[in-house]
């Protein structure tokens, strides 16, 4: 698979995941995306004490840091390295699916990072920053191997022609293979911003989607040091 496992490439920089909301007092592991896929991770038990979610069966515990494979889309089309044809994305679906992979939605992967648990040995999470209306592409390929995505939506994008409407948000989300996360308001350099306009960005985004979408959003930030900053 030529796509690297980290995909770094994006935005800006590394997507990091703020537990913003219900997690976001909580002490995080270290959860870099690593280079290395899933299967790395070692499993110290089968019968997890991860009790705090309910689950239909219990996740597995590893005995090291959770290495959470993160593959990062944008567009689904072509003409630039941050864009991936749906020709493409469809194999690399169909690799996860061909080696046993489980695709983590954003509560999952939530929880997998903050309790350091599994549902699987072989893990990934699927995400496309932007929500460009193109996204609607990967549904029927997400259908097909029984996958998840997670897109993460800059709210202040919404109303431009290639970007999804709030109307393609709901009925991708009503799929059931589909989630959706904050990705700021307007899309901007968050570290060149004073700690209050920050703020708006991250709040107003997920106020946004939080009504209009009935969830408790999370956000996909693009910038590391704000992560390690709100984190800390
Ligand atoms: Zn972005």
Request: glycine share 4%; charged share 20%; proline share 4%.
């Amino acid at each position: 698979m030529r796509r690297k496992w980290w995909l770094l490439g994006g935005c800006l920089a590394l997507a990091a995941l703020l537990v913003w909301g219900i997690n976001r007092s909580q002490e995080r592991p270290n959860h870099n995306v690593q280079s290395h896929p899933a299967q790395e991770n070692e499993i110290s038990s089968h019968d997890v004490s991860a009790t705090q979610v309910k689950a239909p069966k219990p996740w597995l515990k590893l005995k090291h840091p959770l290495k959470l494979p993160i593959l990062m889309y944008h567009s689904i089309a072509s003409g630039n390295q941050l864009r991936v044809p749906k020709k493409q994305f469809a194999h690399e679906m169909a690799y996860l699916k061909q080696h046993g992979y489980q695709t983590l939605t954003t509560t999952q992967a939530i929880r997998a990072l903050t309790t350091n648990t599994v549902p699987q040995k072989k893990v990934v999470w699927i995400t496309l920053d932007d929500a460009y209306k193109d996204n609607r592409k990967i549904l029927p390929i997400l259908k097909k191997y029984h996958q998840h995505a997670t897109i993460n939506v800059i709210t202040g994008f919404t109303h431009k022609s290639n970007h999804l409407t709030l109307a393609e948000m709901k009925q991708l989300k009503d799929s059931g293979h589909i989630d959706f996360a904050s990705h700021t308001v307007q899309h901007l350099n968050l570290d060149s911003l004073t700690a209050t306009e920050q703020k708006q960005e991250l709040t107003a985004s997920k106020t946004w989607l939080d009504q209009r979408l009935q969830q408790d959003t999370k956000m996909l930030t693009p910038l590391v040091a704000l992560t390690r900053r709100l984190t800390s």
